[in-house]
């Protein structure tokens, strides 16, 4: 099984830091060039660049949430979400498809909700509560 994963290339987990000019501020952001390739892909599916994507991600978090937390693990998880959506063919693999051009509910609809965290070994999770 980690011969799967030990033999990746090691440059596609060495980290490289990219600035970003946010709305005029200019912000550093590290990721792993992995991650970078798939923001790669998922910009190029919609004719932007990396910077324009990552743009548009913060504006649309920023609009839906309110505020932004970890936003170099949120991009991080955004490409492991695209991967995800498309190995479960939510997503179509041809990259010509842009992204834009998808309905998001229809992507959506059946993937669950987050996963609840794993109980530490040995120790039962705990039930959930009724809400009255």
């Known amino acids: 099984m980690c011969k ?6 090691p440059a596609s987990y060495e980290s490289r830091t990219r600035s ?6 200019v912000t550093s952001l ?6 970078w390739a798939v923001l790669q892909e998922i910009a190029g599916r919609d004719g932007m660049t990396v ?5 548009k991600l913060y504006d649309e ?12 693990s949120f ?6 979400r695209y991967e995800n ?17 998808l309905d998001a509910d229809r992507v959506l609809n059946g993937v669950p909700c987050a996963p609840r965290p794993a109980a530490p070994a040995g120790q039962a999770r705990p039930a959930k509560r009724a809400l009255n």
């Open 51 to 55: 910077a324009q994507l990552i743009e």
């Open 4 to 9: 799967i994963f030990i033999s990746a290339d």
């Open 75 to 80: 991009l991080r998880v955004c490409a492991l």
């Open 20 to 25: 970003v000019r946010l709305h005029g501020v």
């Open 85 to 101: 959506l498309i190995a479960q063919g939510l997503i179509p693999r041809d990259a010509s498809i842009p992204i834009r051009s």
């Open 61 to 72: 978090l920023v609009a839906d949430r309110g505020a932004v937390g970890n936003f170099s």
């Open 30 to 35: 590290r990721l792993e060039n992995l991650h």
